[in-house]
């Protein structure tokens, strides 16, 4: 059937089938810029003939087997995706689990670039950190057990010696009875500062002042009992402005004592103690060296570490806990400064000490 139709000016059928409005394309034909009839096309309901059937068909299977195989590869590769960020969560959730049973040599084998990695990298970073944090911890409880244990030892040895009768209640022995209850009495002093240091609840009473005097009070408390083992302190001071700085001036002197007893203790005699300062920019740096005997290099990092001696048989005879450096870098450390030991130039042990002072 024809779809063309030709109708007048008037769009009255003129040839062709019947035309209705709406139903199809119509096109006016223009004489003289004058519209003198109009052609019209009727749009096709259904294709008939056989070359359009057989084409449709073909169109209409293809876009069935395409989207088909879309379908398939669509849950396929949902699966590989599943599988893919599943795996990783898994070892992940493992990994927690082990963590939670205080199985810190866990780690995750993945090697991936993408954020999945990076968590397992910040993971096994963790586990590691906590691993440290627990060889810390059983060698800080079998410190403190050691520590303890002697002198407690040396107490009921002399007092079960005194009920046995074996050694006399006297002075003497008073006065070592007396001795080891110090040393406990410190002991636990120490130990209770150090928490309290590293829980953040020790108070400070900051506030400006000059620290230089602070310095030379405490040497200068320090100079009879250094004398008595020979040992000469020189005091170098590089600069003459004073020192303003924002901390609190008790436990500041604690942290030259700390390092002044140290000193007292283990340097040998005759021997010379050097303590230095100087500003240089917005940093006060002091420094302390003594004329030895030196700190093996394995053991300069591990001096600040708590009851750590670098005698491996922690021998009581130069006294001491092994918490004042300890405490002393805790106490640094608040006041925004750092500690680090190193190396003397003349062939000891070398105690560098940064703090910032208050700009003008």
């Known amino acids: 059937m024809s779809r063309l139709s030709l109708l007048d000016a008037n769009k009255n ?32 309901r259904n294709l008939t003939h056989p070359l359009d059937v057989a084409f449709l068909k073909r169109q209409t299977r293809a876009f ?18 599943a599988r893919h960020l599943a795996s990783p969560i898994k070892q992940l959730l493992a990994g927690t689990r082990a963590l939670r049973s205080l199985k810190f040599d866990a780690r995750i084998p993945i090697r991936r670039s993408d954020e999945l990695g990076q968590l397992a990298k910040e993971f096994d970073e963790m586990a590691q950190n906590l691993r440290r944090y627990e060889e810390l911890r059983r060698q800080w409880l079998s410190d403190i057990s050691h520590e303890l244990r002697t002198p407690l030892s040396i107490l009921r040895g002399e007092i079960e010696a005194v009920q046995d009768g074996v050694r006399t209640l006297n002075e003497k022995t008073l006065e070592s009875l007396h001795a080891e209850v110090l040393y406990i009495h410190r002991l636990v002093e120490d130990l209770h500062l150090l928490s309290i240091t590293e829980s953040g609840a020790l108070h400070y009473e900051k506030r400006p002042m000059d620290l230089l005097p602070v310095l030379e009070r405490t040497v200068d408390s320090f100079r009879e009992r250094l004398a008595a083992r020979n040992i000469g302190v020189v005091l170098e001071a590089r600069g003459e402005e004073p020192f303003r700085f924002q901390g609190d001036e008790n436990r500041m002197a604690q942290v030259f004592s700390n390092i002044l007893h140290n000193s007292e203790r283990y340097t040998e005699s005759p021997g010379t103690l050097w303590i230095s300062y100087e500003r240089r920019e917005d940093t006060l ?26 005698d491996p048989a922690r021998s009581r005879k130069t006294g001491g806990s092994g918490l004042g450096l300890a405490i002393s870098q805790r106490i640094v450390e608040a006041h925004g400064g750092t500690i680090a030991a190193r190396k003397a130039a003349m062939g000891g042990l070398g105690i560098e000490i940064r703090l910032p002072l208050e700009t003008d």
Not at 65 to 81: H, K, P, R, T
Not at 286 to 294: A, K
């Open 285 to 310: 740096f002091i420094e302390f060296q003594d004329s030895g005997p030196g700190v093996p290099d394995a053991s300069l990092n591990r001096i600040f570490d708590r009851l750590y001696r670098v």
């Open 64 to 81: 069935y087997v395409i989207g088909c195989v879309i379908l398939l590869l669509a849950f396929v590769g949902s699966i590989l995706i």
């Open 13 to 44: 059928l003129l040839a062709g089938p019947p035309y209705q409005s709406g139903s199809g394309a119509i096109r006016p034909i223009v004489v003289n810029e004058a519209a003198v009839g109009w052609v019209s096309l009727r749009k096709q």
